[in-house]
Nanobody, 115 residues
Framework: QVQLQESGPGLVKPSQTLSLTCVVS??????????YSWIRQPPGKGLEWMGS???????HYSPSLKSRVSISWDTSKNQFTLQLSSVTPEDTAVYYC???????WGQGTQVTVSS
């Protein structure tokens, strides 16, 4: 059974860089020719796709976040990471990692941006 698990700091200060990790267990990511994604949900709002990364190839990012977001692999640890720079309180959200075509989702992790 494949599981995705997000981890990272629950509180980030404005202007800092948010870093989150998604560990994929139960299936080596090197066997997959699919995209893995980061999605977030701000309080009281809908889901927002942030970006996706294929095992082989370049990541794709939301146009609204492209200047601040980066997604990368750490295949040695079977995980991928999200970095979001210059955060503001508007980046407060529950952040999810997912494999959308198979509907595999992590449980989500709350990130609050506040001084």
């Amino acid at each position: 059974q494949v599981q995705l698990q997000e981890s990272g700091p629950g509180l980030v200060k404005p202007s800092q860089t948010l870093s989150l990790t998604c560990v994929v267990s139960g299936r080596p990511i090197t066997t997959d020719y699919v995209y893995y994604s980061w999605i977030r949900q701000p309080p009281g709002k809908g889901l927002e796709w942030m970006g996706s990364i294929p095992y082989s190839g370049s990541p794709h990012y939301s146009p609204s976040l492209k200047s601040r977001v980066s997604i990368s692999w750490d295949t040695s640890k079977n995980q991928f990471t999200l970095q979001l720079s210059s955060v503001t309180p508007e980046d407060t959200a529950v952040y999810y990692c997912a494999q959308l075509s198979r509907n595999w989702w992590g449980q989500g992790t709350q990130v609050t941006v506040s001084s």
